[in-house]
């Protein structure tokens, strides 16, 4: 009696279930995959790491680039359709960052990468000015300094017939630039090659990843050692951090500096580093809190040194691929430098660079930084056409799109020649995203891009070794066995 009293109310839940995401279905014009009761579509992407990418693509084909998922009872829309993306992007409303964020807010808490609302327009209105063009050509020495000693890392470990994985090696040199640069702190992670900061980033970047796309291991997650995991990376994270204020306060405080300068030796208002601002700015006439500081220098440590190390990689990865293209740039580095090949580039030299500018701009076309990122819909609204429900998580696929042969011709193909059109639609290209919340330092990341490829291409050939990278979207693209090249050093 008992068995058949449970069977009946489990049909009825199943079947309330079912009802409920058929009437839900009818509140949008976006199409999908027939939901299952209870776990909707959750069946679809609880799959290992590098197959995920390949099951938005093919919901992407089956549904004309936009299809409707359920993780549960949660309503998310997945595109990659331009004029969808556009649209959102470019909309002064639709700002708030999607449900799969809160993963990430452990370690980031209400950064400028997960906050919304007031907090965040503050926040990123005081914090641009620290990405002034004036202030990152302070940040170039810096660039060159730690390009130099990456080149002596790897010269000593450069062997013709060998395979060196790059990701790791370029991660150390981005975080010194990071935390040098707009941290004003040295820690000289390049000398550290165990460095517990770069894996714990992996570690939680795996872990926060996996939950995003598999809600069945979020419902048990508090159980499992990914849990134990994520507290120990966190506690290193954390620490890291803490221990770059403290050191950045007790600079300024050797210096006799407690507020801000109203005009700095450019004449240019309030053109301080970042950690400065953070540490001496007010917001509505009060400091900012000790939490909320952290909770900014997480964010930029974590976005100012692994998405550059992701674009410095693959680009590398591309030109070993197109070794034509790699001489192109090689050949452009002999003709800016002349005759003084081994110093170490100016400004202008990098604006001389245009050439590399092209290449880089591919290299992130076809491996974007960010390969996805997810907005919320507070209140019904309609997209290209299309009614979305308030309640709603958008997924935006810039991989897809920006290898969508409908968007460019032979997508997969290294052509660097594309980005000389300039009547190209500004938002078919999106690795720093477009908009409103565009990526805050995407000079920074250009700039940083130019000086090390520069000085990595004028030193070394870099070799094809017939593996290629499985690609995986962590909270970056990354590679679930490295980026394996070999580097030749020039003679």
Known sequence: MFVLIFLVLLLIVLLVSWLSFFLDMKRTDV??????????????????SPDFMNVLSRLEEEYDKTALIYLFSQRYILTSD??????????TK???????????????????????????????KFLTPAFHFNILQQFLPIFCKNATILVEKLRNIAVKDSSTDLFPIIALAALDNVTESIMAVSFDAQGDTESKFVKAVDAISTIVSKRMRNPFLDLVFPLTSHKTKQDKALKILHGQTIK?????QEELQKMNISELALHSEHGIKNKHTFLDLLLL???????????????EVDTFLFEGHDTTTSGITYCLYCLAQNQDIQEKVYQEQKDVFGNEFHRSPSSNDLQQMKYLDLVIKESLRIFPSVPLVQRYVAEDTVINGLRVPKNSSIVLDFFNMQRDSSVYENPLEFRPERFENTGRNPFTWLPFSAGPRNCIGQKFAMMEMKVTISEIIRNFKILPTGQEPILVADLILRSLDGVKL???PRL
């Open 31 to 48: 199409k999908g995959p027939l939901p299952y009761p209870l776990i909707g579509n959750g069946h679809l992407l609880a799959v290992d």
């Open 82 to 91: 331009p004029k969808f993306i556009e649209e959102v992007v470019s909309s």
């Open 94 to 124: 639709l700002i708030e960052k999607g449900r799969s964020y809160n993963y990430i807010k452990p370690w980031l808490g209400e950064g400028l990468l997960t906050s919304s609302g007031p907090r965040w327009k503050a926040h990123r």
């Open 244 to 248: 770059i204020i403290k050191a950045r």
């Open 281 to 295: 700015a007010e917001v509505d006439g009060k400091k900012i809190s000790d939490q909320w500081i952290r909770e």
């Open 486 to 488: 070999k580097i030749v």
